[in-house]
């Protein structure tokens, strides 16, 4: 198993969007992703159980990863939570 902790910098925390893109992600690998939140361990396989998490910018969580592909997922998967700070804010309509 190999963890990494993550700083959500996402001005609007992690909402339906990109937590879709990401369980995809998830999804592409064989190995078990969970993620330790101020919540709890939650299921990175699951949009409804992460979404739950109710996680805001500013929080930092731990990816852990579990399986035959664990050290190739685990920077990926990082890189993408980190990466999501870096989109371009919408204004309101």
């Not at 993550?6 to 992690?14: E, F, M």
């Not at 992600?25 to 159980?49: D, N, Q, W, Y």
């Not at 996680?55 to 920077?75: F, R, S, T």
Request: with cysteine.
């Amino acid at each position: 198993m190999v963890s990494q902790n993550v700083v959500i910098t996402c001005p609007s925390g992690l909402h339906a969007r990109p937590l879709a893109k990401f369980v995809q992600l998830v999804k592409s690998f064989k190995s078990e992703v969970s993620m330790m939140t101020p919540k709890g361990e939650v299921s990175c396989r699951s949009i409804v159980a992460l979404l739950s998490a109710a996680i805001k910018q500013g929080a930092e969580v731990e990816l852990k990863v579990n399986g035959p592909d664990e050290l190739d997922a685990l920077p990926r998967l990082a890189s993408f939570l980190e990466s999501l700070g870096d989109e371009p804010v919408e204004a309101p309509a």
